[in-house]
């Protein structure tokens, strides 16, 4: 009795059907290293460096392998977030003064860069997405797909223009900082749970990738994600597996 669709019947079944691993040339011990290094390496580890620690054949099947590993750290169970919640947003690429010469845009400030938004649950956890554009739609659609209306006591963002009218339009209890004036904190109203995040987000592009483009952003904000989301469970790569 055939079991699959043409031209794969009949079709056997294997522990590794329906994962990341299927059809995988590699063993599963490979790939097995390959994701405990990713998840117990704060900031990340580049697919150079696993190439040369484990000898995966060459350099584009180390980059493959922590590409389907990435897409696996992606949280199918997403809760909304509750409590004080920070939202804020970033601005990912390099200046353009340090490009070459050929590749300059003689653009300022954050023009050529990709905006990534971010909310986080104090002592809680972190959702970020890469968006087109850091425009009022955009942050308030943001915000109402992340944020739990009803259990959310505090939304905390800085003074952009995006942010505004949270509590009038959306219903929020919302509150700044202007940043612009030099303040940073008032009372429990800040962002800094969510610079920091981004911070060790920077450092770790910076530090260990160099370059991540557009196209894969969204796969290394999920590896990003999922190791802080899970930087107290005891079982960082059961819970990775699981995922897989």
Not at 20 to 45: A, D, N, Y
Not at 98 to 119: C, E, F, L, Q
Not at 172 to 197: D, K
Request: some cysteine.
């Amino acid at each position: 009795m055939k079991c699959g669709p043409k031209p794969r019947s009949p079709y056997r079944f294997a522990l590794t059907t329906g994962t990341i691993f299927e059809e995988s040339k590699k063993p599963l011990i490979m790939w097995f290293k390959v994701l405990h290094l990713m998840v117990t390496s704060k900031k990340g580890i580049s697919a150079l460096q696993i190439h040369r620690m484990l000898g995966t054949g060459s350099y584009q099947t180390a980059w493959y392998m922590c590409m389907r590993l990435r897409a696996g750290m992606k949280d199918p169970d997403f809760r909304k977030l509750m409590g004080i919640v920070e939202v804020d947003e970033t601005y990912m690429g390099g200046l353009d003064k340090n490009r070459h010469a050929s590749k300059k845009k003689h653009i300022r400030g954050t023009g050529g860069k990709i905006p990534v938004i971010g909310a986080i649950s104090r002592k809680g956890n972190v959702v970020c997405k890469m968006i087109e554009r850091a425009d009022m739609p955009t942050m308030h659609r943001f915000v109402h797909e992340v944020v739990d209306k009803e259990k959310v006591s505090l939304i905390a963002t800085d003074e952009h223009s995006g942010y505004q009218y949270l509590d009038r339009w959306q219903g929020l209890p919302h509150q700044t900082v202007g940043h612009a004036q030099g303040e940073y904190v008032r009372g429990i109203v800040h962002t800094n749970t969510m610079e920091s995040f981004w911070s060790l987000l920077k450092r770790g592009v910076i530090g260990t990738y160099h370059h991540v483009s557009a196209k894969y952003l969204p796969l290394y904000l999920a590896e990003f994600q999922f190791r802080f989301n899970n930087r107290k469970e005891a079982d960082i790569f059961g819970k990775a597996i699981g995922g897989c």
